[in-house]
């Protein structure tokens, strides 16, 4: 992961990462451990949505 922030009233988080190949790193995300990983750090597995383009940025 390169960056996280989340929408205005929080209740979205995004984070933003780089890869060579989108379909290598989508069957990394679906491997089992990296799953369980993901579920114990509180991720949302059913909330999440790749973006290939990001149209919208704010900096503090």
């Known amino acids: 992961?390169?960056?996280a922030s989340?929408?205005?009233d929080e209740?979205?988080?995004y984070d933003l990462g780089e890869a060579?190949?989108?379909d290598l790193?989508?069957?990394m995300l679906s491997e089992?451990?990296?799953i369980n990983m993901r579920k114990e750090a509180g991720v949302d597995l059913e909330s999440q949505e790749v973006l290939s383009t990001i149209s919208k940025h704010k900096i503090w």
């Open 20 to 22: 060579n190949d989108p």
């Open 1 to 3: 992961m390169l960056f």
């Open 25 to 27: 790193a989508m069957k």
């Open 6 to 8: 989340t929408n205005d």
């Open 32 to 34: 089992p451990e990296v």
């Open 11 to 13: 209740t979205v988080v």
